[in-house]
C-alpha cells in the first residue's frame, strides 16, 4: 500500500465555520472521512496532519519523507502563495506532491493568483471542492 500524507495549512481546521459561502458547510474530519473512503478504494493509506505554522509543516514534511512517505497532497492555505521555504521542502523531498485549492485561486483576490508552492508539485487542482482532493489521489495513483 502506498503511503500519502495529507497536509494542510492555516485557517484549514476552520473549515465548516470560516465563509461557507466559499468553503462550504463540511469540515476538516468530514474532508478526512471523504479521503480515507476514496485512498481505500485505491489501495493507499493516508496520515494527516494540519498547522497553522509554517515551520511545523517543512518539519512534517522532512519527518514524514524520512518515514517512508512516497507522495504528499498539500492544500498550505495562504502559505502556497508566499512560502518558498515549503516548496523547498517539498522539492527537497523528492516525493511526487499535488496541490489542491477547494476554491478556484484564479477567481480570488489578485494576491491568490500565484501559487510559490505548486512548482514543487507535479499539479495542481483548484476549485473543485473537496472532490478535488480525490482527484488529487487519482492522479497520484496513475504514477
Known amino acids: 500500500m502506498k503511503k500519502i500524507a495529507i497536509l494542510h495549512g492555516p485557517n484549514l481546521d476552520r473549515l ?17 472521512k471523504m479521503i480515507r473512503a476514496e485512498a481505500k478504494k485505491i489501495g493507499f493509506t493516508v496520515t494527516f496532519f494540519q498547522s497553522a505554522h509554517e515551520g511545523a509543516l517543512v518539519d512534517k514534511i522532512h519527518a ?14 495562504a502559505y502556497s502563495h508566499t512560502s518558498i521555504a515549503l516548496r523547498d521542502a517539498l522539492a527537497a523531498s523528492g516525493l511526487p506532491a499535488v496541490e489542491v485549492h477547494i476554491s478556484d485561486i484564479k477567481k480570488r483576490e489578485k494576491f491568490r493568483h500565484h501559487s510559490m ?3 514543487a508539485c507535479i499539479g495542481m487542482i483548484s476549485g473543485q471542492g ?12 496513475k504514477l
Not at 465548516?16 to 476538516?28: D, K, N
Not at 473537496?130 to 495513483?141: D, E, I, S, T, V
Request: net charge positive; no cysteine.
Open 16 to 32: 465548516g465555520r470560516r465563509q461557507p459561502a466559499i468553503y462550504g458547510t463540511a469540515t476538516l474530519k468530514d474532508l478526512e
Open 130 to 141: 473537496f472532490p478535488g482532493y480525490l482527484a488529487a489521489l487519482r492522479l497520484l495513483a
Open 117 to 119: 508552492t505548486a512548482g
Open 64 to 77: 514524514l519523507t524520512d518515514r517512508g512517505t512516497e507522495a504528499f497532497v498539500v492544500n498550505f492555505g
